[in-house]
């Protein structure tokens, strides 16, 4: 490990560690019970907690290239991302999925680019986008265009999931589709009544049910 990790380290543990002791603590002995489960692009620049202003125990995140959700099957494979949204449902009982996309994605940019052939699973994983893809050359706004119809994309694989499609209907669990604009620190949200995304807190967003990705072209 770098040096600079384990400066950082001790840093946490002389600094940061003490302002949330007790919030540590009380969850240590509580456990957790984050309302919302987080589904976000690995990306380094897309920072959920600061992005949400949640602290400890408060989301319960799972990141993958891409903020791909798999679609459903009963193959019972090594499915990381499945797993964590089954956790989330029944374990934690989650009020509220997100899935958040964002600018300058490189999952989808490598959608319009040649499969990297030393990178057999990411070549395979990347194919959880491939139906969001658009039929024109990868310009800024094809790109932008096809991040949020891959968010829509993700957000009806998750109502395959009979855990999530039994919550919504019983109006216990709420999906939201989030795309946020790293460069201006926007986030703009999926609103169906709209068919678009649109800047967060106008709107009603997408709660309650499944988007469309017609809904998009
Ligand atoms: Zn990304």
Not at 44 to 52: A, D, F, I, Q
Request: one cysteine or more.
């Amino acid at each position: 490990m770098p040096d600079d990790l384990l400066g950082r380290l001790k840093r946490f543990r002389r600094s940061t560690f003490p302002r949330y002791r007790r919030e540590f603590r009380d969850l240590a002995q509580r456990g957790q019970h984050p309302r919302t489960l987080f589904i976000g692009c690995s990306d380094s620049r897309l920072v959920p907690h600061l992005l949400t202003d949640s602290g400890p125990g408060e989301l319960f995140v799972v990141r993958n290239v891409g903020n791909f959700v798999p679609p459903w099957d009963a193959s019972r494979g090594y499915h990381g991302t499945c797993a964590a949204i089954e956790f989330a449902l029944l374990n934690l009982r989650v009020r509220d999925i997100v899935v958040c996309g964002h600018s300058h994605c490189g999952a989808v940019r490598a959608l319009y680019e040649d499969a990297p052939a030393q990178a057999p699973h990411l070549a395979q994983w990347l194919e959880l986008g491939r139906e969001a893809c658009l039929p024109v050359r990868s310009t800024p706004e094809a790109l932008h265009r096809t991040e949020q119809r891959s968010i829509a994309l993700q957000l009806e694989r998750l109502m395959q999931y009979p855990l999530v499609a039994a919550g919504v209907e019983r109006g216990e669990l709420f999906l939201h589709g989030w795309h946020y604009l790293i460069e201006e620190g926007e986030v703009t949200v999926l609103d169906l009544a709209q068919s678009a995304f649109v800047p967060a807190g106008r709107g009603p967003g997408a709660d309650g049910g499944p988007p469309v990705l017609d809904l998009l072209q």
